[in-house]
């Protein structure tokens, strides 16, 4: 009776391998077993050992000719801090993901892996909880760091049709927890207070690095494809939140809190647009039913990865995506309100400064 043959184990690639998420998943990725060699790419050399560096800026058209041998690439490198110039922010970021794509279908990989964002989505007070994974692109496309992941979704696509013989997996994680993510959501609980609009309570939905890493791993393996949503199962009321931090909510109308978030950030005193906020205000909540169809369950639920969360905001504060030093630091609960509600005074400040 004849046997059917193992399929052999891909050659895989990971940029931005040095630092961050495309660390973890090298880490990972190093030692599974499930890969017959793995690449690490990053402009200068990491400390994980039993993989093939190669050296190169990603943003590098070179690049084509370094991964001539790769089966699969999974793109890590990327910029989304907050405090980051957001026009070289996104230089940077549309040029990796247009080089690497280009480059992956000149080098003839088979398959890409990128990793955006369930903010993709858009966060909104009727939005279906939880929304399925083909559910469309309803966040606005502004010059925050879902913006970068809109404009890297539109590349992604125009490579698929320019290319069709390179397959593309994007995972799109809900609001990400764990050790040096620093986002608006994290930054949301470094305050003294939980902001809520009037009207709408969020829903709140984690995901853990080590989740996103082991999705990761799935979509390198050919297990899983095209648009996959990550995240723990299910999500926490804002009352379920407010119990497990220990911290209370204020609530604020909508008009006023994205009005004056709107003009902060145009003065350049908060780092993210105002629609940035909607993703604290509002529901997000995805369902991962291409994971759980491919017999993947997350390690982390909400609570515990709120929990970490909250252990690696010690000794930091923040207030509307803004984080405080010195001074700024020892608000009060009470204080933090008065910063939210008074902020048109920061504003009258500024202007007049800048008529000077």
Not at 9 to 17: F, L, S, Y
Not at 156 to 180: E, I, M
């Amino acid at each position: 009776m004849p046997t059917s043959k193992r399929r052999r184990a891909p050659v895989v690639a990971v940029t931005g391998a040095a630092t961050g998420l495309g660390r973890a998943f090298l880490a990972r990725v190093a030692i599974s077993g499930d890969f017959r060699r793995v690449v690490a790419i990053d402009d200068h050399r990491g400390d994980v050992a039993d993989v093939t560096w190669r050296v190169i800026d990603v943003r590098d058209p070179l690049l084509a000719n370094r991964i001539s041998d790769i089966d699969v690439l999974v793109h890590l490198a990327g910029d989304y801090a907050l405090d980051a110039d957001p026009e070289e922010r996104r230089a940077y970021n549309l040029r990796s993901a247009q080089t690497v794509l280009t480059a992956c279908a000149a080098a003839r990989v088979r398959r890409v892996v990128l990793v955006t964002s369930a903010m993709v989505y858009g966060a909104a007070a009727d939005n279906e909880v939880p929304l399925p994974e083909d559910a469309p692109l309803a966040a606005e496309p502004d010059s925050g760091v879902v913006g970068d992941h809109l404009e890297i979704e539109a590349l992604a696509r125009r490579s698929l049709r320019a290319h069709p013989g390179v397959a593309l997996t994007v995972l799109r994680p809900a609001a990400l927890v764990g050790p040096g993510i620093d986002t608006v959501v994290t930054r949301h609980f470094e305050a003294p207070r939980l902001l809520t609009v009037k009207g709408c309570l969020p829903r709140w939905q984690f995901c853990h690095v080590d989740d996103l890493v082991s999705a990761l791993e799935l979509a390198a393996q050919d297990r899983v494809s095209g648009v996959v949503a990550v995240g723990s199962e299910g999500w926490l009321e804002q009352s379920s939140v407010e119990e497990l931090s220990g911290l209370r909510r204020f609530e604020l109308p909508a008009g006023l809190t994205f009005g004056t978030a709107q003009r902060l950030h145009r003065l350049g005193i908060t780092p993210a647009p105002a629609t940035d906020l909607h993703y604290v205000v509002y529901p997000w909540v995805v369902d991962c039913a291409v994971l759980r169809a491919a017999g993947w369950k997350p390690a982390w639920t909400n609570e515990a990865a709120l929990t970490e969360l909250l252990s690696l905001r010690e000794g930091k504060h923040a207030v509307v995506g803004r984080r405080l030093t010195g001074k700024e630091a020892t608000l009060t609960a009470a204080g933090a309100t008065v910063a939210v509600i008074g902020t048109a005074a920061i504003v009258r400040r500024a202007r007049r400064r800048r008529k000077f």
